[in-house]
């Protein structure tokens, strides 16, 4: 089965840190990627997303994540993260090969940003 | 905004009680998801609809959990004789077409506590 594993539960930064929140999923088969965030007292929303071509993406805010196909990861950075990002992130995979093009999430990263 | 909207935000069943929850997706979006999100977890995949279709309903705890989208617009999951394990945030997510790589984007939520 399909799985996503995000190896930091909590992290804690201060602002104008470097930040990188890990990801990594089972599957062998071809993937669409996903990084979604929730702000305090807000829904999911879609922080970036990665189909094919360059592996490297940027998304809003100045996130960017990096697929490695070799090691099955899609691991999200930011140079220097702000209060504002303060949130919980999730990455999610759907394979292609899956008709129903669900989304498959990690357990998720609280990121606290201290100003 | 005309985003993903769902009703109520919060319910609180006693255990046995049958609730029904509602959303709204997006205006012409064809695919239309659940997701269970329990406490301190990432979102987990209940159902799948394209227009009226239910096409995977694979993620459905049990019988007591059904689905229906009858006009391929609003949806309702109901739950019938909730138990105490039925407590979570049901999340509903709309994408515009049937493919794998759209955007699902997501309601605020119903926070379903059953006591």
């Known amino acids: 089965a399909q799985s996503v594993s995000q190896h930091n539960h909590h992290v804690i930064l201060s602002e104008a840190a470097s930040l990188e929140l890990g990801c990594n999923y089972s599957y062998g088969g071809t993937v669409n990627l996903f990084w979604y965030v929730q702000y305090p007292g807000q829904h999911l929303q879609l922080l970036l997303k990665?189909?094919?071509?360059?592996?490297l993406v940027k998304g809003i805010k100045g996130f960017e994540a990096e697929f490695i196909k070799s090691k099955f990861s899609f691991n999200l950075r930011k140079p220097s993260v702000q209060w504002s990002d303060t949130a919980e992130y999730f990455c999610a995979v759907n394979a292609l090969r899956d008709s129903s093009y669900k989304l498959i999430f990690g357990s998720g990263t609280r990121l606290l940003v201290r100003p | 905004g005309a985003g993903v909207s769902q009703s109520p935000r919060y319910k609180v069943a006693k255990r046995g009680q049958d609730v029904a929850l509602r959303c709204d997706p997006i205006s012409g979006h064809v695919s239309l998801f659940w997701y269970q999100q329990a406490l301190g977890q990432g979102p987990e995949f209940l159902t799948y609809f394209q227009n009226e279709a239910q096409l995977d309903k694979s993620g459905l705890p049990s019988d007591r959990f059904f689905a229906e989208r009858p006009e391929g617009s609003v949806s309702t999951l109901k739950i019938q004789r909730t138990q105490q394990e039925d407590s979570a945030v049901y999340l509903c997510?709309?994408?515009?077409?049937?493919?794998?790589?759209?955007?699902?984007?997501f309601g605020p939520g119903t926070r379903l506590t059953v006591l």
């Open positions: 997510a709309s994408s515009f077409s049937s493919g794998g790589g759209d955007e699902q984007f």
């Open positions: 990665y189909f094919s071509g360059d592996p």
